[in-house]
């Protein structure tokens, strides 16, 4: 069973320090790899995926994200946090599915980011 | 705004009740999931269809049902309400095609059961 794992329920960054957010998963096959954000009383927002490629990913807000198949992981990163960047932060990897149709998503815990002034 | 609309934001009932959700996906899309995200049990795959068909079921109930409409539009009936179905219920729609990897997520409805 494909699964996916966040060692650290919660990450504390002063600001303009670098952050890493930690994702370690278990996959059959191929791994296609998420992060989502999630702000207070707000849904899921997409910041990058791994499909294939460059190890190295780059997202939406100047997040990026480090493929490692040997050590099985998917670390979330970025060079200089913001306060603003405080959120819940969700790894997930996608399930095969049916070809063509999309497959269910599986996440993480999550991990609470802090970014203190 | 990922496009993805979901109503009632809220809503608060009783035990025993019956209530149903509903989404509509971002333009384009075929595919609609459903998610469960609860203090305990975090974010639970519950149901996803494709055009109209049930692809793939994960840990729903079988008090819980849902549906997707010829326009494409889906629905999440969830009946005989206990407690602990209090939750925030997401919906999240993807292309489907072959190169349909991300799903993008609805506001959510946070529904509360007393």
């Known amino acids: 069973a494909q699964s996916v794992a966040q060692p650290e329920d919660q990450v504390n960054v002063a600001e303009g320090n670098p952050l890493t957010v930690k994702c370690t998963y278990s996959v059959s096959g191929n791994p296609y790899l998420f992060w989502y954000v999630q702000y207070p009383n707000r849904g899921l927002q997409f910041l990058l995926k791994?499909?294939?490629?460059?190890?190295l990913v780059k997202g939406s807000y100047g997040f990026e994200a480090e493929f490692n198949k040997s050590q099985t992981s998917f670390h979330l990163k970025k060079p200089s946090a913001l306060v603003s960047d405080s959120a819940l932060y969700f790894c997930a990897v996608r399930d095969a599915g049916i070809y063509n149709q999309g497959g269910k998503l599986i996440f993480g815990q999550g991990t609470e980011l802090s970014v203190k002034p | 705004d990922s496009g993805v609309t979901q109503t009632p934001k809220h809503l608060i009932t009783a035990t025993g009740q019956r209530v149903t959700l509903r989404c509509s996906p971002r333009s384009g899309d075929l595919s609609v999931y459903w998610y469960q995200q609860s203090l305990d049990q975090g974010l639970q795959f519950l149901i996803q269809?494709?055009?109209?068909?049930?692809?793939a079921k994960g840990n729903i109930l079988e008090r819980f049902s849902a549906q997707q409409f010829p326009d494409l539009h889906s629905e999440l009936n969830l009946s005989s309400l206990e407690l602990g179905d209090s939750a925030l219920y997401f919906c999240a729609s993807s292309v489907g095609g072959a190169s349909s990897y991300e799903q993008y997520f609805g506001p959510g409805t946070r529904l509360t059961v007393t």
């Open positions: 269809y494709y055009n109209g068909e049930e692809r």
């Open positions: 791994y499909i294939t490629g460059d190890n």
